[in-house]
């Protein structure tokens, strides 16, 4: 690492340019490349027409979410302090039909201020590196604190009861009793015995004290996002973490309250969240959970001769958005393609997966082209209760059958709020977006002004 102003030298590459052996390690490497042109008609004519479903939801609530981690600067610019906007946007179909006037072609601007109004903004604040919140014992404590403390505030509680809250979500994802191996604090596990779990929550006892090290343990331990804090080290993937979870438990915790007070408006909405139905690190294992609970609500709608919600995971990016951009130009208008194993091993992906996302999705991939320039990646949730990582559901889960009309809804979805002010877009998203976003000119400045102003009075 150079010193502060120290400038590197200008011929410090050609060492590494002379080298055989980097040139060695260069020709060892495989990595996808741009398919021909005979290569991506190929690739197109395996595409299918995209039907139309039964009907548009009466309601589309989009979710997104944002990180900001930055050093705060002055003398101890290793001090971190991690910020999370997430948000969630309400649009009623009928309402952005209407934005156009009766005898005019542009958009009323009064009604598109009224969509704004239909956005809810939840804000995050956690302890990086080198902060102790709350006087506790170590970076990594304070942040299991934060944590715990964020999550079970009001601003996630979505009714006037305490059940439909994020931490109501934790347990129910987990049918009451969420569990815990060993202390988070001291790593004392349970003693051999018929439990293996050393922590049991249950409502009314998320909080627990350590029979060890006397320290308390939290519902919210159970995400195992404190394992990836360093007291010493940058802290921002930690705060990445946090952001992939609360989003995905924000929009569980509505479709919950909906599910068991209102079932026939939830029948009749369409959730767009920002990114693949996918949770990764140590929050991986709610994706276990999260499809079986959306299950047994699609059931429970079906049974009351309902439609299920209409989920959709939309990614903006990533290797699945790249691959679809390079053959885009061939692919016929109103066309999709699951993204199944074989096609992702073959086409997008460099390393061969037996079974894609077995730790991390609980949803399906689909490559969509709506029209011109218009590709989108959508997830659509597996419709099984639980996955595995066997041959047999690598084969299931790309069965198109098996998502039934809640693929083409989801098509129509797409078709109705794409939009061209971005590329790939559509209009729920761009909203949530808005709302979560956190510019580094001038919030990512505001902030950092914020951050050192407040760590200066503690």
């Not at 590494?16 to 741009?34: G, I, R």
């Not at 990594?140 to 934060?146: I, L, V, Y």
């Not at 029209?371 to 990646?377: K, L, T």
Request: charged share 20%; proline share 6%; aromatic share 10%.
């Amino acid at each position: 690492m150079p010193y502060s102003r120290e400038k590197a030298s200008k011929g410090g590459h050609s060492d590494l340019v002379k080298n055989p052996y980097v040139a060695e390690f260069l020709s060892s490497c495989q990595y996808m490349t741009q398919p021909s042109e005979d290569e991506a008609k190929k690739i197109a004519s395996s595409y299918l027409p995209a039907l139309q479903g039964p009907g548009l939801p009466d309601m589309a609530v989009a979710s997104d979410a944002s990180p900001y981690c930055d050093p705060v600067n002055g003398f101890f610019p290793s001090t971190q302090v991690g910020y999370v906007k997430a948000s969630m946007v309400l649009v009623a179909i009928k309402d952005y039909d209407g934005l156009y006037g009766p005898s005019s072609r542009f958009v009323d601007p009064y009604k598109v201020a009224a969509l704004h109004r239909n956005a809810d903004a939840f804000s995050f604040v956690l302890p990086g590196s080198n902060i102790r919140y709350k006087d506790e014992a170590s970076v990594k404590e304070g942040f299991r604190r934060a944590v715990w403390d964020q999550l079970s505030d009001d601003k996630t509680r979505f009714s006037q009861n305490n059940e439909f809250t994020v931490r109501g979500t934790l347990l129910a994802l987990e049918n009451g009793e969420a569990t815990l191996k060993k202390c988070p604090s001291c790593g004392e596990g349970h003693p051999d015995g018929p439990r293996v779990d050393k922590f049991i929550f249950c409502k009314g006892s998320e909080v627990q004290t350590c029979p060890d090290c006397q320290c308390s343990v939290y519902l919210t331990d159970t995400l195992r996002i404190h394992e990836q804090v360093s007291d010493f080290g940058d802290c921002t993937s930690a705060i990445t973490r946090f952001m992939n979870a609360v989003e995905h438990l924000l929009v569980a915790t509505f479709i919950r309250m909906l599910a068991q007070e209102q079932p026939k408006t939830l029948s009749n909405m369409g959730f767009i969240l920002d990114g693949p139905l996918a949770l990764f690190g140590q929050p991986a294992s709610l994706s276990f959970s999260l499809l079986k609970m959306y299950h047994e609500i699609n059931r429970m709608l079906l049974d009351r001769q309902l439609l299920p919600p209409v989920i959709i995971g939309l990614q903006k990016d990533g290797q699945v958005m790249e691959h679809a951009r390079a053959i885009e130009p061939h692919l016929p208008e109103n066309s999709y393609r699951v993204v199944d194993d074989n096609y992702r091993n073959t086409h997008i992906s460099s390393v061969n997966n037996e079974n894609f996302g077995t730790e991390t999705y609980f949803g399906q991939d689909f490559i969509f082209k709506s029209g011109p320039g218009r590709v989108f990646c959508i997830g659509i949730p597996y419709p099984f209760p639980k996955k595995s990582g066997t041959k047999e559901f690598s084969l299931k889960k790309a069965e198109v059958d098996n998502y039934g009309v809640q693929l083409s809804r989801a098509f129509d979805l797409i078709r109705h709020f794409e939009f061209d002010l971005y590329q790939n877009a559509v209009v729920p998203v761009a909203l949530a977006h808005r709302h979560a976003s956190i510019s580094l000119v001038p919030g990512g400045k505001v902030l950092d002004l914020v951050t050192r102003h407040g760590l200066s009075k503690s």
